[in-house]
Structures are given as C-alpha cells and as structure tokens.
C-alpha cells in the first residue's frame, strides 16, 4: 500500500502510518529499529531496495531523507515537505517513508524525522553518499547509536578516511571495513591454523582502496609488523601475504569469487570469497548496534608503507 502527501507535516505523515497499519492488518510492535537513509534522488531507488531487502533479517521502520535542491531564490525561502509512505509486501517485512524536503526545512530534516521514530527502539543513520564531515555532530547523525558512511561513494576516499579518522566517534562504522569481514575472518582462522609468529605483512590491491588500507592498518595493529600496501590491477582486495619463519601465509583473491588458501607445509585450499551484495552489508551491520571497536583500531592505526605497483 502506498499513500502519497503534498506539502505535509510530520503530524500527517504519523497519521498516514497508522492509516496504512490498520488498512493491512499490520502491526508496528515487531519492529526492532529505525534506520533513517539519508541520499540524494539519484541514489535513493538502490539503497531503498538494499534497505529493505536487509529488513527481512531486521524489521524496521526506514525513513528516506531526500534533499531537493531549490532551483530559484524562492523556492530555497519556501519550506515544503513531500512524504510517500510504504507499507505492505512492497517494503519488506517493515515499513517505508519517503521524505523529500524543500527549502528551509532541508536545513532541519531533524525536525521532521524526530517525530516519526520508533519509540524505544535504537535509531541507525546510513548516508550512502555524501556522508557529513562530522557524522555524530550531524543533526540526523546525532539522533543515531550507529552511523553508516561509506568510503567507496567518494571520489578521494583515502583522503575522507584521514578527516574520519580525526571525526571518529563511538558509533561510526563504514561499509569499507564491514567488506572486510569475511576476510579478517579467513585470516584469524589461517593463524589459528598455523600457529606462526608473523613477522611481516603485505595487503595486495587496486590503487587508493579504503578497504585495503583499513586492513593493512587492522593488520598492522593486531600483529605489530609493518604491513606493506602493494598496488595490483584489483578489483578490490586481492590478496594478503602474512611472513613467517617458516613461510608465508597466502590469501590470493586475483579475481571472482574464489580465493586461494596457502599455509607453510600444508596444501592449497580453495576457499569462498565473494563481493558481498549492498544489502548483505547493511544486515550485518544491523546485527549489532554497540560501538565497532575493531573499526576504531583499524581507522586509528598507523600510516602504512606503500609499494608501488611493478612495472
């Protein structure tokens, strides 16, 4: 079911919730969060659909905070709120309001999405593009336990990850560490395994790609080597490259899905390692809504040697 509002309020866009509710039979008691989506028009249809494909594993209400540019010096004085309110199998197994601001009321998109929280449930606030400099300081960002940016949406991302670093506030995470997450995963299990002292550490991938930094930073944190950046053709993290004194530890991911499992004295084994889809990171992140810990450490670690691709 979809409801349409025209130049509206908050209080309206409440009633039209109910509305909806009642009309379907759906309750909002079995909800657990809000997650306020804040993008531009271009970017909303693919996060929308991330987000609620994620709300399968999470119900939730999601409130989309879209920013219209005025295009006249009358239009950026005149306040307007246009709201699109989703309820039903369309939007997952939770609920969906649209809000596209205009003019002064852009400026207090907080304003408007204050009144339409669950109550006493934690709020999530994820920009998928166009992340604040400051994300917990930001007006929807403060009203959230969990702050979502990524590092992928922006042009100079190695740059961004320095201003987060110095931003960073109990809360923050970014879609560039959770894509690590299988991969800090198949690394713990490998030094299970082998049962090895490292004494150094090579990230492999594409120029300027925050995942890999944040690795290389995790990695250099954790063990206490010096981790060197070594540029390939990519895509993405391709490989991680761990010495010991007995050998290397080898994950090799030139490209698909598979990655190769080297371990000293053992055999090659070959082992899942896929790009995860938009929505399977926002579930995970989802899951837990403490401070991420670990993504402090990385974000906080120290600069990395780089090695230039060979020629």
Known sequence: MKIDLTDTTASDVNKALVRGR???????????????????????????????????????????????H?????????SRLDAEVRVGAQTGTGETVVLRTYGEVSDHADSVVLPLLLPDAPVVVWWPVNAPEHPSTDPLGALGQRRITDLYAVENPLEVLSARRRAYAPGDTDLAWTRLTPWRSMLAAAL?????????????????????ELLARWLGARLNVPVERVETAGPVVTGVRLGTAEGEIVIDRPEGPMATLSLPGQ???????????????????????????????????????????PA
Not at 49 to 62: D, F, K, L
Not at 70 to 78: G, K, L, N, V
Not at 195 to 212: D, F, T
Not at 282 to 309: F, S
């Open 192 to 212: 299970d395994q082998a049962r090895l002292p490292v004494i150094s550490a090579a990230v492999e991938s594409e120029a300027e790609n925050p995942s890999a």
């Open 70 to 78: 005025a295009r006249s010096p009358r239009e950026r004085t005149r």
């Open 22 to 68: 009642r009309a379907i039979g759906t309750p909002a008691v079995g909800m657990v969060l809000t997650m306020v989506l804040v993008t531009d028009e271009e970017n909303a249809y693919d996060a929308i659909r991330a987000a609620e494909e994620a709300s399968h594993e999470h119900p939730s209400r999601m409130l989309v905070v879209i920013k219209r």
């Open 267 to 309: 055999p090659s084994r070959r082992l899942a390692l896929k790009v995860r889809p938009l929505s399977e990171l926002i579930a995970e992140e989802l899951r837990r809504l403490d401070a991420d810990e670990m993504y402090a450490v990385a974000l906080r670690g120290e600069t990395v040697e780089k090695v230039p691709a």
